[in-house]
């Protein structure tokens, strides 16, 4: 039997990831680790950021083991083709840039522990925090730089798929997507 909208759980957890992630944009771009304020934004983003890997983890693979709906069959390839890179790379960014952040922190100069949302500990990433010199300065690097390029990624591609589900249910009324995903919506 053919799916006409995703599962409950694929709904519940694609909306929470999409709040947990502009619940995100607005942290980052409010930091400032020089004032009380804003370490505590800056221990709030890393609990949330946490937060979205486990979610996104968990959202892989409930799409890994339950087939989405189908694509409308009036889509054009090249729009079939963009929907998956969009939504691959969308996943590429929703674990990649908790990972990376996660990096940033372990190699970090100064070693602050992670309390998630002040009360649960977390470890830093496994084998970077008691690296020494040049290769854990490296592995900061490499965290500050990805952690930057998923975020412009996140913008474009976030862009990407709210502006390719308006168009279908606005321009395209025999494509409605959104009603795949838009909570309490009829296929």
Do not use: C, D
């Given at each position: 039997m053919t799916r006409?909208?995703?599962?409950?759980?694929?709904?519940?957890?694609?909306?929470?990831?999409a709040a947990a992630i502009i619940f995100q944009v607005v942290l980052a771009w409010r930091m400032d680790g020089?004032?009380?304020?804003?370490?505590?934004?800056?221990?709030l983003h890393k609990s949330v950021?946490?937060?979205?890997?486990?979610?996104?983890?968990?959202?892989?693979?409930?799409r890994l083991t339950h087939?989405?709906?189908?694509?409308?069959?009036?889509?054009?390839n090249w729009e079939r083709w963009l929907?998956?890179?969009?939504?691959v790379g969308l996943y590429?960014?929703?674990?990649?840039?908790?990972?990376?952040?996660?990096?940033?922190v372990s190699t970090s100069r100064i070693q602050v522990p992670t309390l998630l949302f002040g009360t649960?500990?977390?470890?830093?990433?496994?084998?970077?925090?008691?690296?020494?010199?040049?290769?854990?300065?490296?592995?900061?690097?490499f965290g500050h730089t990805g952690h930057e390029v998923l975020a412009w990624g996140a913008y474009v591609l976030i862009a990407l798929h709210v502006a390719g589900a308006l168009k279908h249910q606005l321009f395209s009324r025999d494509?409605?997507?959104?009603?795949?995903?838009?909570?309490g919506a009829k296929p």
């Open positions: 006409a909208r995703y599962s409950t759980v694929a709904i519940v957890l694609h909306w929470l990831i020089r004032t009380p304020q804003g370490f505590a934004l800056i221990q950021g946490i937060s979205i890997l486990l979610l996104s983890l968990a959202r892989l693979a409930w087939r989405p709906p189908p694509l409308p069959a009036g889509m054009a929907a998956r890179v969009a939504h590429a960014i929703m674990i990649g840039m908790p990972i990376t952040g996660w990096i940033m649960v500990p977390w470890p830093h990433f496994p084998g970077l925090a008691h690296l020494v010199g040049p290769a854990k300065s490296a592995w900061n690097s494509e409605p997507v959104l009603a795949h995903m838009a909570p």
